[in-house]
């Protein structure tokens, strides 16, 4: 089966430097993959949308110059949270569709195991 | 605005029960509805997708129904064990042209008591 694999899975970090997150298709090509985001106890928000060779597109609320994203591969999308602040401390989550059943009425998003971030 | 709804928001039951968890969306154009569990601190594992066309799936002792009309899906989970214990999550996919993304509800933390 298709496999998303996230790095780190987790990452302690002073507040105010950057951080960058890896999410990979290991064994499919991915044109679109998706960042979200998960607080405590609560559920998964959507973050952006990222697209291979394009910018990436937000949400509503979410600044594209604090969290960066880079898709510049068919399997690996980056996101990096730029000067974090512990309000960024979230579990951080992406997924990724596959090129192979683009269009089809199969279609499905598979998603990697998620990179806890902590910022002091 | 697409939103969707979980309940119970925590349910806990012995082993052995069969149990019903709830979703709900209010806008039924929908492409698809999509079931998943959530161990803590852990990713997603996709347990049941309903095509938008079809009523029910089925894996296991999992099924899951959909009545697109009403903005409903149910995942009965049958004779329940403690390794089910887990947060289970919906999440539909807007049918119109939003980039393929998912909408969440806030999920049902199911625990099963031996």
């Known amino acids: 089966g298709a496999v998303v694999s996230q790095h780190p899975s987790w990452v302690i970090c002073k507040s105010g430097t950057s951080v960058k997150i890896e999410c990979r298709s290991l064994?499919?090509?991915?044109?679109?993959m998706f960042w979200y985001r998960q607080f405590p106890k609560q559920s998964l928000m959507l973050m952006a949308t990222?697209?291979?060779?394009?910018?990436?597109?937000?949400e509503q609320g979410v600044e594209k110059d604090k969290f960066l994203i880079n898709h510049a591969s068919l399997t690996l999308s980056t996101l990096t949270v730029t000067s974090a602040h512990p309000e960024d401390s979230s579990f951080y989550i992406c997924?990724?569709?596959?090129?192979?059943?683009?269009?089809?009425?199969?279609?499905?998003?598979?998603f990697g195991p998620g990179t806890r971030l902590t910022v002091t | 605005k697409q939103e969707v709804t979980q309940i119970p928001a925590a349910l806990s039951v012995p082993e052995g029960e069969n149990l019903v968890l709830n979703c709900s969306f209010t806008?039924?154009?929908?492409?698809?509805l999509q079931w998943f569990r959530q161990d803590p601190g852990k990713g997603l594992t996709s347990l049941l997708l309903?095509?938008?066309?079809?009523r029910e799936q089925t894996s296991g002792r999992l099924n899951a129904s959909l009545d697109k009309s009403s903005g409903r899906s149910t995942l009965y989970i049958a004779a329940s064990q403690p390794g089910d214990s887990a947060t289970y999550l919906c999440?539909?996919?807007?049918?119109?042209?939003?980039?393929?993304?998912?909408?969440f509800g806030q999920g049902t933390e199911l625990s099963v008591k031996p």
């Open positions: 997924s990724a569709r596959d090129l192979r059943l683009a269009g089809g009425d199969s279609y499905e998003q598979y």
């Open positions: 064994d499919f090509q991915a044109t679109t």
């Open positions: 990222s697209n291979e060779g394009s910018k990436a597109t937000y």
């Open positions: 806008d039924s154009a929908i492409y698809n």
């Open positions: 309903i095509q938008s066309s079809q």
């Open positions: 999440a539909v996919r807007p049918l119109y042209n939003q980039g393929g993304k998912l909408i």
